[in-house]
């Protein structure tokens, strides 16, 4: 089955600094992506999402980017702040629905400080 | 509008109880997960409904966890008889349609002693 390797584990930063999260999967039939972010004490909120069709994606302060040859993607949040903190997951699927299932990296502990 | 509500936000259980943790989907929503979080294996999808109908139901977690959708806009998640391994969070999420866009409860922390 699908496959995904999420890193780094950690990560600090200072704020105004970028942070990369990189993830990388399987299986080259996966076309759906996405990423959450989880805050302490709190579920997990979806942030982006893109389809297989789409290289880059930019919304708020974050870039989703996805390299199908290498089976890699990527959120890099380009000026974090001290509210960014939190565990950062990437989401892969095959399909949008049915007999499928979201698989999850094991998450990023992102820590910004001032 | 309403997110995914969860209750109890905890619960605390002797080994071998029978405890059962609530979801409310956001309304609307056709599809609801169930998944236990740990840190160790992450997250693990327990049990996935379709319009109300069982479309995956977790394959290792079958003999002792059981989810029901009684209807629409109400789940419950069994787990009988508890163990200390069960020692997770519990998040329930839903989504209108789209798998890959799902939205999270705040999740039931069960501690069993």
Same mark, same amino acid.
């Given at each position: 089955?699908?496959?995904?390797?999420?890193?780094?584990?950690?990560?600090?930063?200072?704020?105004?600094?970028?942070?990369?999260?990189?993830?990388?999967?399987?299986?080259?039939?996966?076309?759906?992506?996405?990423?959450?972010?989880?805050?302490?004490?709190?579920?997990?909120?979806?942030?982006?999402?893109?389809?297989?069709?789409?290289?880059?994606?930019?919304?708020?302060?974050?870039?989703?980017?996805?390299?199908?040859?290498?089976?890699?993607?990527?959120?890099?949040?380009?000026?974090?702040?001290?509210?960014?903190?939190?565990?950062?997951?990437?989401?892969?699927?095959?399909?949008?629905?049915?007999?499928?299932?979201?698989?999850?990296?094991?998450?990023?502990?992102?820590?910004?400080?001032? | 509008?309403?997110?995914?509500?969860?209750?109890?936000?905890?619960?605390?259980?002797?080994?071998?109880?029978?405890?059962?943790?609530?979801?409310?989907?956001?309304?609307?929503?056709? +599809?609801?997960?169930? %998944?236990?979080?740990?840190?160790?294996? $992450?997250?693990?999808?327990?049990? &996935? !409904?379709?319009?109300?109908?069982?479309?995956?139901?977790?394959?290792?977690?079958?003999?002792?966890?059981?989810?029901?959708?009684?209807?629409?806009?109400?789940?419950?998640?069994?787990?009988?008889?508890?163990?200390?391994? +069960?020692?997770?969070? %519990?998040?329930?999420?839903?989504?209108? $349609?789209?798998?890959?866009?799902? &939205? !999270?409860?705040?999740?039931?922390?069960?501690?069993?002693?």
């Amino acid at each position: 089955g699908e496959q995904v390797e999420q890193r780094p584990p950690h990560l600090s930063v200072r704020e105004g600094d970028s942070a990369i999260i990189i993830c990388t999967y399987t299986d080259s039939a996966t076309a759906y992506f996405s990423w959450y972010k989880q805050e302490a004490g709190a579920g997990l909120q979806l942030l982006m999402s893109v389809l297989s069709n789409v290289d880059r994606k930019e919304e708020q302060g974050l870039t989703v980017l996805l390299n199908k040859k290498d089976k890699r993607l990527s959120l890099n949040l380009t000026a974090a702040h001290p509210g960014d903190s939190a565990v950062y997951f990437c989401a892969v699927s095959l399909h949008d629905s049915g007999y499928n299932k979201l698989t999850f990296g094991k998450g990023t502990v992102l820590l910004v400080s001032p | 509008d309403a997110g995914v509500t969860q209750t109890p936000r905890h619960e605390v259980a002797e080994k071998g109880q029978t405890i059962i943790l609530k979801c409310e989907p956001v309304s609307g929503h056709n +599809d609801l997960f169930w %998944y236990r979080q740990t840190k160790i294996q $992450g997250l693990e999808l327990l049990s &996935y !409904f379709r319009s109300k109908s069982l479309m995956e139901d977790g394959g290792a977690f079958k003999d002792r966890f059981k989810a029901e959708m009684l209807n629409s806009s109400f789940s419950t998640l069994k787990i009988q008889p508890t163990e200390p391994k +069960d020692s997770a969070v %519990y998040l329930c999420a839903s989504t209108p $349609g789209h798998l890959y866009e799902q &939205y !999270f409860g705040p999740g039931t922390r069960l501690t069993v002693l």
